[in-house]
Every structure is written in structure tokens, then in C-alpha cells.
């Protein structure tokens, strides 16, 4: 697609409940990423996908949360029994070339704004 | 290991003053860096990067950053604020070899009439 896409755009769960995020990344963007943006915070790395490479993971803040990538495009943020603590925005970017991913910048989705009540 | 600092996390300047956002990195290896920018209600966008090409970079809306290796610094300025630039202003910093991008807290830029 054109853009970053991300759905829900915004999400209201009871606490204890699981939820399921989605994105769909820029056509051909090898690199997946998910991070949190908090309240009056900056953005926390959550987890990257690269091609066909295991996923870096090490942002992941408990084992609640998961993510999969499907065919190298969509992928699915899962947070399993959610928590007050989640409530925040979760972005996803992608980006270009696998011989220079670190240097082209994001494009990043508009995020989905959870809210654990 | 990386990680980036932004001094201020919030600046107040006039409209046409000068726009100074300061940011600091530390990283293990070579960086990119990177300015993004956030407009109130929608998502973050890349302003800018620093990719070893050249140490003055230009960047959309008039932004440029200067990356000073010896200050471990990537300082985001405009000479000319307009009222459209209020904004929150992240600087980033990535490994050579690695995708996965480290943010700063944020900078919230507000510009007074």
C-alpha cells in the first residue's frame, strides 16, 4: 500500500482481556517494527522483524506480549491478559533495502491507541 | 549499545526566531541518526538523516542538523520558526549494522505568535 496501515485505531479492553494489532507495511519493506508510545513519553522498542530472519524480540516487556509476522508482510502485536500498565499507543514502521536498513529512516503507521479499562 | 539524549523537553521560541533542538547520541559503532516529527493528532514522520554522506543535513520544512562527531551531537535548527513547526521533535540513532532505532523522550518545539 501507500502508507503504513494499522487497525484497529483504537482499542478499549477490560483488563485481563487479550488484544490483537495489526499492521500492514509499505509494499517490499523487508524491516517490521513495533514500539510503545506512553503518555508524555518517548518510543519503547518492542520487537523487529528482518526478511526471513529470527525476530529481535529483546523489547518485549513480559511474555504477554508476542508478535508474528506472516508471509514477510502483516504482522500481529498480541498482548495476552492485559494490564492497566499497557494502556499506551503502539506504533509499527517499516522501511526499505536490506543492504542499508539501518540508515533509511521509518515510515511509521498512525498507531493504535490502546486503553485497558 | 546506543542512546540518545534531548535537552529540553520542551522549547519555546517566537515566531521567526531561530529554532535550536539539541540532541546527543552515544553508540558503540558508526551511526545514522535520524529527526522525526510528530504534529498534534497524527503519527511520526522522518524529518531528516544522517547516513555518513555528509555532515550538514538538509531535511523537509526547512530543517537542517549538522552531525559533530566530536560533541556526539545531531542538533536539529531553522532559522525561521513558523507557527505550522509546533510540533514534538524525536531524535533517533541506529546501529550501522543493526535496523532497530533507539528514541530519544522527545522534544515538544511551541511557537508564540
Known amino acids: 500500500g501507500a502508507g503504513v496501515s494499522q487497525s484497529p485505531s483504537n482499542k478499549v479492553t477490560e483488563k485481563g482481556k487479550d488484544v490483537e494489532l495489526r499492521c500492514d507495511p509499505i509494499s517490499g519493506h523487508t524491516a517490521l517494527y513495533w514500539y510503545r508510545q506512553s503518555l508524555g513519553q518517548g518510543l519503547e522498542f518492542l520487537i523487529y522483524?528482518?526478511?526471513?530472519?529470527?525476530?529481535?524480540k529483546s523489547g518485549l516487556p513480559s511474555d504477554r506480549f508476542s508478535a508474528e509476522r506472516t508471509g514477510g508482510s502483516v504482522s500481529t502485536l498480541t498482548i495476552q491478559r492485559t494490564q492497566q500498565e499497557d494502556s499506551a499507543v503502539y506504533l509499527c514502521?517499516?522501511?526499505?533495502?536490506?543492504?542499508?536498513?539501518?540508515?533509511?529512516?521509518?515510515?511509521f503507521g498512525s498507531g493504535t491507541r490502546l486503553t485497558v479499562v | 549499545a546506543q542512546s540518545v539524549t534531548q535537552l529540553g523537553s520542551h522549547v519555546s521560541v517566537s515566531e521567526g526566531a531561530l529554532v535550536l533542538l539539541r540532541c546527543n547520541y552515544s553508540s558503540s559503532v558508526p551511526p545514522y541518526l535520524f529527526w522525526y516529527v510528530q504534529y498534534p493528532n497524527q503519527g511520526l514522520q522522518l524529518l531528516l538523516k544522517y547516513t555518513s554522506a555528509a555532515t550538514l543535513v538538509k531535511g523537509i520544512n526547512g530543517f537542517e542538523a549538522e552531525f559533530k562527531k566530536s560533541e556526539t551531537s545531531f542538533h536539529l535548527t531553522k532559522p525561521s520558526a513558523h507557527m505550522s513547526d509546533a510540533a514534538e521533535y524525536f531524535c533517533?540513532?541506529?546501529?550501522?549494522?543493526?535496523?532497530?532505532?533507539?528514541f530519544g523522550d522527545g522534544t515538544t518545539l511551541t511557537v508564540k505568535p
Open positions: 514502521a517499516s522501511s526499505s533495502d536490506r543492504a542499508s536498513v539501518g540508515g533509511l529512516g521509518y515510515t
Open positions: 522483524f528482518q526478511g526471513n530472519s529470527a525476530p529481535d
Open positions: 533517533a540513532v541506529s546501529g550501522s549494522n543493526a535496523g532497530k532505532s533507539t
